[in-house]
């Protein structure tokens, strides 16, 4: 297993806030320690997104405690732009290609007790890293995003992909017993330790799909969050529908095929309600208080 630098948490108000308000129950998978402050890392692939970084980076909440960048070898200054914008970002070069590929090297770069995936090219929104990480806190493995339950959304949908979604959902409830709502979306969070049992191959969007089996079948705590996807800001987006749903549906039927895959039950998901004051209790909170770091 690889070894991690340790990193000082920023921040410790937010947790204590966070701690306040998620109480960790006697259902809970994982234990944590009283007083146990995680550190917190965002992974984001980016591939010639220097127009979009602006419209992300700066938005990322200071108590994250470290940003690493996965540069797909862009041309258009995209690791410039964000040395620019996030001087403390690490910038790490992709191995290989596609989005599988370039989230594994940031998987791997990545020093924090809990692991955020977030695109770079604007949907998502970085203010929704606190709920991803309150889910974990309270007891949650895997905090999976999802449009499609109260609270989420998306403006980036056309209906052919929606479609294409749909079917994929219904054939992994089907075919490994899992309560998915969203299937083919990117943001995610994570126990960095939970890693290893996940065996993550899939140079492609396809590992989105095979993460979300894998994590049911590892017998994690998988939660969805509600989440809301916006549009890119700029430029065209990398997903197309026919190749890349095709690599989907074979990902699919690969992990079906997978002997220790079918002979095992997934646990039932857990849903996250939307809290209407949550954003904005936390916003308040960073502006009103100073930063504690050592």
Same mark, same amino acid.
Request: glycine share 8%.
């Given at each position: ?5 340790? !990193? ?15 109480? !960790? ?5 994982? #234990? ?6 995680? *550190?917190?890392? /965002? ?28 540069? @797909?070898?862009?041309?258009?200054? +995209? ?16 191995? @290989?290609?596609?989005?599988? /590929? ?24 970085? /203010? ?6 309150? +889910? ?16 989420? @959304? *998306? ?11 749909? %079917?994929?959902? $219904?054939? $992994?409830?089907? =075919?490994?017993?899992? &309560?998915?709502?969203?299937? %083919? ?8 330790? +939970?890693?290893?049992? =996940?065996?993550?191959?899939?140079? @492609? ?12 079948? #590892?017998?994690?705590? $998988?939660?969805?969050?509600? &989440? ?10 990398? !997903? ?19 002997? &220790? $895959?079918? *002979?095992?039950? #997934?646990?039932? =998901?857990? =849903? ?12 308040? !909170? ?7 770091? &050592?």
């Amino acid at each position: 297993m690889r070894q991690r630098t340790s !990193l000082t948490p920023r921040a410790s108000f937010f947790w204590a806030f966070i701690f306040d308000r998620w109480k !960790l129950n006697k259902h809970q998978t994982r #234990a944590l320690p009283p007083g146990y402050v995680p *550190t917190v890392t /965002a992974v984001i692939p980016a591939l010639n997104e220097a127009e979009n970084l602006p419209h992300v980076l700066p938005l990322i909440p200071d108590w994250v405690d470290e940003v690493v960048l996965v540069d @797909g070898h862009s041309v258009d200054g +995209t690791a410039e732009v964000a040395q620019q914008l996030h001087p403390d970002i690490r910038i790490v070069q992709q191995e @290989g290609r596609g989005k599988g /590929a370039a989230l594994r090297s940031g998987f791997a770069a990545a020093r924090g007790d809990i692991i955020v995936m977030l695109d770079a090219d604007g949907s998502n929104d970085p /203010a929704e890293i606190a709920a991803f990480v309150s +889910t974990l806190l309270a007891g949650a493995d895997f905090a999976k995003g999802s449009r499609f339950i109260q609270g989420g @959304g *998306t403006a980036d949908m056309p209906f052919y992909r929606r479609l294409g979604n749909w %079917c994929f959902v $219904v054939m $992994v409830r089907w =075919l490994f017993g899992s &309560s998915y709502s969203d299937l %083919c979306y990117g943001y995610n969070a994570f126990w960095a330790d +939970t890693l290893p049992k =996940l065996h993550l191959n899939g140079d @492609g969007f396809e590992i989105e799909t095979i993460m979300n089996i894998r994590a049911l079948q #590892a017998k994690l705590k $998988v939660v969805e969050v509600p &989440s809301f996807e916006d549009r890119r800001r700029y430029g065209e987006g990398r !997903l197309k529908a026919v190749p890349d749903g095709w690599r989907v549906l074979k990902a699919i039927f690969r992990e079906w095929l997978r002997p &220790s $895959v079918r *002979t095992k039950q #997934a646990p039932a =998901l857990t =849903l996250v309600q939307p809290r209407s004051t949550g954003n904005e209790e936390q916003a308040a !909170l960073l502006r009103n208080t100073k930063v504690e770091t &050592s």
